[in-house]
């Protein structure tokens, strides 16, 4: 069964999402976390990054608040450096430049927790640059890893076998984006481009980046796999039979 529904995001950017991200975001206990900054007259730059702080003392919890810090900091330094190059090369006055980076909580179990958000550049005289951003990590005992999606099949090859035939299918049956015109121009789709996923209480959403399945005047594209199509290729004891048995009991 395929699920693909609109909502709204919390910002300016639509996505085909399956539950409104307020309400998954509102059920994880977190606060928010802001570094924000403008420099410059002429030439001005704004950058933003906001990411959550989830609440909870546990092993998981602590490592995935230290991960996203470091990485909020990180970008932070790295748009730093760029906006002080843009303000110190550019000549044209009332040039703007505007860098954002957002992350939401989207589901929690004891052992897993997965993060979706955003990053986009505003160039102010061309189309923003934005690139959906997700990261998943879980606990194995005393482990604590950031998932990829290979960790949740017994084999990388037949998994993403499928995934492409499922997608394509789902896209090439419904006329979607690019699958909309002849079938000579449609796009064939890669492996690689399954690399962007979230794991939420309904099943896998894969997230697919602006010009795979459709252009960026339209929105990014996704598509919710529940997990029973998914659990003959899953291994066992994995996270996808973990959120199964927690979604029955």
């Known amino acids: 069964m395929w699920r693909f529904i609109l909502i709204f995001l919390p910002f300016t950017l639509f996505a085909h999402f399956p539950l409104y991200l307020p309400k998954l975001t509102d059920k994880i206990r977190h606060k928010r976390c802001m570094l924000e900054t403008s420099i410059g007259i002429n030439a001005h730059v704004k950058i933003k ?5 989830l609440f909870g003392l546990d092993p998981l919890v602590l490592h995935v608040n ?9 970008h932070y330094d790295q748009y730093l450096q760029q906006a002080h190059l843009f303000r110190d090369h550019t000549l044209e006055d009332g040039a703007s430049q505007e860098f954002q980076y957002c ?4 589901y929690q179990n004891p052992t897993m ?3 979706f958000g955003y990053e986009s550049h505003d ?8 690139r959906v951003v997700t990261r998943t990590f879980s606990q194995d005992n005393q482990d604590i890893y950031e998932v ?4 949740l099949f017994l084999s990388r090859e037949q998994s ?9 299918s789902y896209f090439q049956a419904h006329k979607y984006g690019y699958f909309a015109f002849e079938s000579s121009i449609w796009p064939k789709l890669k492996p690689e481009h399954l690399d962007t996923f979230v794991l939420t209480s309904e099943g896998l959403l894969l997230i697919f980046q602006n010009y795979v399945i459709r252009g960026q005047d339209d929105y990014p594209a996704t598509l919710l796999i ?3 199509n998914l659990a003959p290729l899953a291994k066992p004891g994995g996270l996808i039979f973990t959120i199964i048995d927690l979604l029955h009991n």
Do not use: H, W
């Not at 230290?66 to 990180?74: I, Y």
């Open 160 to 168: 993403r076998q499928f995934l492409l035939q499922y997608c394509e």
């Open 148 to 151: 990829v999606l290979d960790d």
């Open 123 to 130: 160039k102010g005289f061309s189309r923003d640059s934005i």
């Open 103 to 106: 992350l939401y909580p989207v």
């Open 113 to 115: 927790i997965s993060i």
């Open 226 to 228: 529940p997990y029973t």
């Open 49 to 53: 990054i906001s990411y959550p702080a």
């Open 66 to 74: 230290q991960s996203l810090q470091e990485d909020a900091s990180l």
